[in-house]
C-alpha cells in the first residue's frame, strides 16, 4: 500500500510538502473495520488520530436518554479525532462504521512528535484551517438553504 499517494489524494493532504506527507505516512497504520465495527467510543481514552480511506464512518454522540445523534458522516480523504490532539485525551463522540471501510490510524504521540518540526507543524495548521473555512462553509449554507434542500441535498450525496 502507498501511503504517501493515497495520503496526496485525500483533500486535506493535497497541499502538504512531500516531506511532511512522506513523515505522516510513516506513522500511518491500516486498520480495516466491519460494518456496524466500532472504531472508539465516546469517552474512551483517545489514542490516535484517523483518516478515512475507503467506506463511510459515522460520528455520533448519545444524548442522556440514550438516543444517537449523528454529529457527522466522515468520506473517504477525511480527517477526523484531530481535536484530541489539542483539546481532550477522550473521544469526544463514538466512531462506528456505516460500511466496510478503511482507515488510516496515526497514533497520537507519534503525530504529536511530527507537530514539534516547525516544517510540519506548518503544514498541518494549513490542513486546519482548510477544515475551519469548510466548516464555515457549512453554516453558511446551514442557514440560507431551507430543511428540505438540505434533505435533498444529503439524500443525493449518500445515496
Given at each position: 500500500m502507498?501511503?504517501?499517494k493515497i495520503l496526496q489524494q485525500f483533500g486535506y493532504f493535497r497541499d502538504i510538502s512531500n516531506s511532511s506527507?512522506?513523515?505522516l505516512a510513516d506513522i500511518c497504520?491500516?486498520?480495516s473495520v466491519e460494518k456496524r465495527e466500532i472504531l472508539f467510543s465516546e469517552g474512551e481514552r483517545a489514542h490516535a488520530v484517523y483518516s478515512c480511506i475507503h467506506g463511510r464512518i459515522q460520528l455520533h454522540k448519545t444524548t442522556a436518554d440514550g438516543k444517537e445523534v449523528v454529529i457527522k458522516v466522515i468520506k473517504p480523504g477525511e480527517m477526523f479525532a484531530e481535536?484530541?490532539?489539542f483539546e481532550t485525551d477522550r473521544f469526544p463522540v463514538t466512531a462506528t462504521a456505516l460500511t466496510k471501510s478503511q482507515v488510516f490510524l496515526m497514533?497520537?504521540?507519534q503525530f504529536h512528535?511530527?507537530?514539534e518540526q516547525t516544517d510540519f507543524?506548518?503544514?498541518f495548521i494549513s490542513v486546519i484551517m482548510r477544515k475551519q473555512l469548510y466548516l464555515a462553509d457549512q453554516i453558511k449554507y446551514l442557514v440560507s438553504h431551507d430543511v428540505e434542500d438540505r434533505l435533498l441535498l444529503f439524500l443525493q450525496e449518500n445515496f
Open positions: 502507498d501511503k504517501e506527507r512522506k513523515k497504520l491500516s486498520k481535536v484530541i490532539l497514533p497520537k504521540h512528535c511530527l507537530l507543524r506548518n503544514d
